[in-house]
């Protein structure tokens, strides 16, 4: 199936943006439109939607988000309450906003929560922020669990996979308009190998492993 380089929940605005644009061009000049060709330039950035070549490492977790590491720190499942590791990925208006599956299972929990519109850099949007959360049960019974976070300037989050879904890793699963966050909650049979500060890429690189069996 061939891949579309732009995520189709940026169609609308895209055309939009460039209906603008050429009316300016054709009514005032290529200078005072020239902000509008800026402006729809960013928005065509924004929603682009590059193919991504998923690892085949089987204990591997890819990053959910295109963005940076912001946290990696001890928390506690938001279904379970089960200890956890978490990992927060923010992405910037340049970063591609498609959402991907970061392990293979089946969707056994989704939960959605309205709540404030914070900078989704700051710790507490992950509690405070609207979001929605989903869990994947893999075959080996491993559950991890994976938020999507609003931001202040994003205002709508997509989820397009529902409890009993079978999906797989690097699969596209969401999308969040204008800048946000994805956190993913790992059991403790999982160790990280992401860095705080560092860059990831949606549904190829590979954030964390699942620890080998003692011998």
């Known amino acids: 199936m061939t891949h579309s380089l732009i995520a189709r929940e940026g169609w609308s605005r895209i055309l939009l943006a460039l209906g603008l644009a050429g009316v300016a061009h054709a009514v005032a000049g290529f200078w005072i439109a020239l902000p509008f060709w800026i402006l729809w330039f960013l928005i065509l950035q924004f929603f682009r939607d590059p193919p991504r070549s ?4 089987a204990a591997g977790v890819v990053a959910p988000a295109h963005g940076r590491v912001v946290g990696i720190q001890p928390d506690h499942d938001p279904f ?14 340049f970063s591609v906003h498609s959402n991907r ?11 959605y929560h309205r709540g404030q519109f914070l900078n989704a850099a700051l710790e507490k949007a992950s509690i405070k922020n609207e979001r929605c959360a989903i869990q994947i ?3 080996e019974d491993h559950r991890v669990s994976c938020v999507q976070i ?47 500060g560092k860059w990831v890429m949606s549904g190829s690189d590979i954030i964390a492993r699942l620890k080998p069996l003692p011998e």
């Open 80 to 93: 379970s309450g089960a200890p956890a590791t978490r990992i927060s990925i923010f992405m910037n208006i």
């Open 54 to 57: 998923v690892p085949g490492l």
């Open 101 to 111: 599956i970061p392990v293979p299972g089946r969707v056994v929990e989704r939960q």
């Open 137 to 139: 049960e893999t075959e």
């Open 150 to 196: 609003a931001g202040w300037v994003a205002r709508r989050i997509l989820t397009y996979v529902d409890v009993g879904d079978s999906v797989a890793r690097g699969q596209r699963y969401g999308f969040i308009r204008f800048g946000s966050r994805v956190d993913v909650y790992l059991p403790p049979d999982f160790e990280v190998i992401a860095n705080v």
